[in-house]
């Protein structure tokens, strides 16, 4: 089936800082790649989606980048702030008509040093 | 806004005991999921449903079952709790996919059950 990975576990950045989160999907098929995002004791979030027809999306200091010759997918965040410390999930998804499923991975967490 | 609620945040039940966790969304979406979050595992989807009455099997089932009697409410169910079930439990609804195939539409989480099986 479907898998998704995401690398790396965990990273650390300077505030200020760029962050980069990669993933890795298996199936050639998945065409909607969305980013999530959780706070510490709190619900995943999404924050950002990219879908198969474009390579590049941007949305202020987010951005995100599609290879599907490659089958990878990047987050990147610039001029990280502290509040940008949190677990990041990547995640693939063949969007089905019916049931939207979506395989995450497993997650990165983020942390901004002051 | 959309609004998913759980039953209980926290949860401690014994070993063989039969668990319910109940989820409830305001917003009369079609889908709804259930996962669970583990470190370093990541969300893993347990099962999920697209209509009433209607569910599918996800990555991870065994162990599990589920209840779509309304629109608005998706329940999980633990028929005999083992200790390798002690997990978050996240439940999360979208809208179907609009026409044409293809789309997909942004899942909105709950606040997440913590179940600990002694």
């Known amino acids: 089936g479907e898998n998704v990975e995401q690398h790396p576990s965990t990273l650390s950045v300077q505030e200020g800082d760029s962050a980069v989160i990669k993933c890795t999907y298996s199936?050639?098929?998945?065409?909607?790649f969305p980013w999530y995002k959780q706070e510490l004791g709190k619900r995943p979030q999404l924050i950002i989606d990219?879908?198969?027809?474009?390579g590049e999306k941007k949305d202020q200091r987010i951005a995100v980048t599609l290879n599907k010759t490659a089958k990878h997918f990047s987050l990147h965040i610039t001029e990280t702030q502290p509040e940008d410390s949190a677990v990041y999930f990547c995640?693939?998804?063949?969007?089905?008509?019916?049931?939207?499923?979506?395989?995450f991975g497993s997650g990165t967490r983020l942390s901004i040093r002051p | 806004d959309v609004k998913v609620t759980q039953s209980s945040r926290y949860l401690v039940k014994r070993t063989g005991e039969k668990v319910f966790l109940e989820c409830v969304q305001d917003?009369?979406?079609?889908?709804m999921f259930w996962y669970r979050q583990d470190p370093g595992l990541g969300l893993r989807l347990i099962y999920f449903?697209?209509?009433?009455?209607?569910?599918e099997k996800g990555d991870i089932p065994e162990g599990y079952s589920v209840s779509r009697e309304k629109k608005e409410r998706f329940s999980l169910i633990l028929e005999s709790a083992s200790t390798n079930q002690t997990s978050m439990y996240l439940c999360?609804?979208?809208?179907?996919?609009?026409?044409?195939?293809?789309?997909?539409?942004?899942?909105?989480f709950g606040p997440g059950t913590r179940l600990t099986v002694l």
């Open positions: 990219i879908r198969s027809n474009v």
């Open positions: 999360a609804s979208s809208r179907a996919s609009p026409r044409p195939a293809g789309s997909v539409n942004e899942q909105f």
């Open positions: 199936d050639s098929a998945s065409n909607y």
């Open positions: 995640a693939a998804s063949k969007g089905y008509s019916s049931a939207s499923k979506i395989i």
């Open positions: 917003m009369d979406h079609e889908n």
């Open positions: 449903s697209y209509d009433v009455k209607m569910k």
